[in-house]
C-alpha cells in the first residue's frame, strides 16, 4: 500500500501458545487487531498466524470456548513472534515439555512475550529474569512471592528489549497497537484503532487498576491518597494515626472522609484490602496459612483465620485447598 513501507517483504508471524485456561479476551483481542491490520494493507499480507497447543488438541480457555489450533509445540523460524496466552491454572498448562519448547525456541533470537498470566510460564522457563513485565494484577502477588527476580511493573504492558507483556483482557489491544506502529507506523495503528472503536488507545504507562477516584466516584485527593497508602502498606500496616499523617489530616478528619464517602472507617477498610490480598495470595500459591498471614500483617494465623471467615465464610485452610495458580516452581507435572 502507498505509504507504508514494511520492514519485510514477507509477512510477520505471530504464533500463539495457548495454554488451557487461556484469557479468551486478551487473546481474540491481539489477534483481531493482526486481521484489521491486514485488511488496510491494501492487497498485501502484513501479518500471519499460527495456534499451537502441546498437544496439538483443541485448547479451552477460561469461560469454556475451546479453540482448534493448528499444530502442537513444533520447530519455530528466527523472525516469528512467540505469544504465550494464559489465565486461570496456568500452572497446570506450564509443564515440563512446554518448558522445554519455550527456552529451545526463544534461544534462536525470536521476539517473545505473553498475555495476562503468561509471563508465570515465561518466569518457569527462566526467560524473564531481571526483565520488566507486566501481568494481570491478580496474579502480580503470587509471581513477586514465587519468583522473586521477576519485575513486574504496574503497567498495561511493557516492553524490554525482544520481550513483551501485558496484562491481557482489553490490554491486549493496547499492546498489540504499539506493536503494530512499530512495524508499521502511526497511520496503520490509528486505524487499526478507529475499526476496533478503541477511539483512545493507552500508552504503557498506564497502571492496570481503576484509580480510586474513578472507581468509587469519589474525587477527594485526600481519600485517595489514603487508600494507596493502605494499599502499599498490607505486610505491615499502619495504624490510623499513621496513615493521617502521610495523608496530611487528623485522624479524626480520615474517619470522617471514610464515612462519608466510602461508609465504612478507615480500620474496617485496611482490614478488608488485607484480606483481598490474602485471599489472591492462598488461591494463587503454596504459601501455606500461617505464612500469608505475616505476609498480609496479621498479628497471629487465629486472628486471621477468624477476620477471613467473617469476610468470605469459608476458612483459609479451606481456601488453601483448593485450586492453585502458582505451585511447583521447579516446573509442574
Known sequence: MAGVSAPEDRPKRYVFLLIPGFSMLGFTCALEALTLANRHAGGRTFYTWKLVSADGGEAAAWNGVTVQVDDGLCELRRDDTLVVCAGEDVAAGSTKAVLAWLRRETRKGLSFGSLSSGAYTLALAGLIAGKRISTHWEYKTALVEALPRVSIEDKIFSVDGRVFSCAGGASSMDLMLHLIH??????????????????????????????????????????????????????????????????????????????????????????????????????????????????????????????????????????????????????GG
Not at 476496533?196 to 485526600?222: C, E, F, L, N, W
Not at 464517602?261 to 483481598?276: D, F, I, V
Request: proline letters at 5%; charged letters at 25%.
Open 182 to 331: 512499530e512495524d508499521y507506523g502511526q497511520e496503520i495503528s490509528d486505524w487499526v484503532a478507529e475499526q476496533m472503536v478503541y477511539t483512545a488507545p493507552r500508552d504503557h504507562s498506564q497502571s492496570q487498576r481503576i484509580p480510586v477516584q474513578d472507581r468509587t466516584g469519589v474525587r477527594d485527593r485526600k481519600l485517595a491518597l489514603a487508600v494507596e497508602t493502605m494499599r502499599n502498606n498490607v505486610e505491615e500496616p499502619l495504624v490510623p494515626d499513621e496513615v493521617a499523617d502521610a495523608v496530611g489530616v487528623s485522624t479524626r478528619q480520615l474517619e470522617r472522609l471514610f464515612a462519608k464517602h466510602l461508609g465504612t472507617s478507615p480500620g474496617k477498610y485496611y482490614l478488608s484490602l488485607r484480606l483481598e490480598r490474602a485471599r489472591q495470595v492462598l488461591r494463587q500459591t503454596e504459601l501455606s496459612v500461617a505464612e500469608v498471614s505475616v505476609l498480609c500483617g496479621f498479628v497471629s494465623p487465629s486472628h486471621f483465620s477468624r477476620s477471613y471467615n467473617a469476610a468470605f465464610g469459608v476458612t483459609p485452610g479451606k481456601e488453601a485447598g483448593g485450586r492453585k495458580l502458582l505451585w511447583a516452581a521447579e516446573g
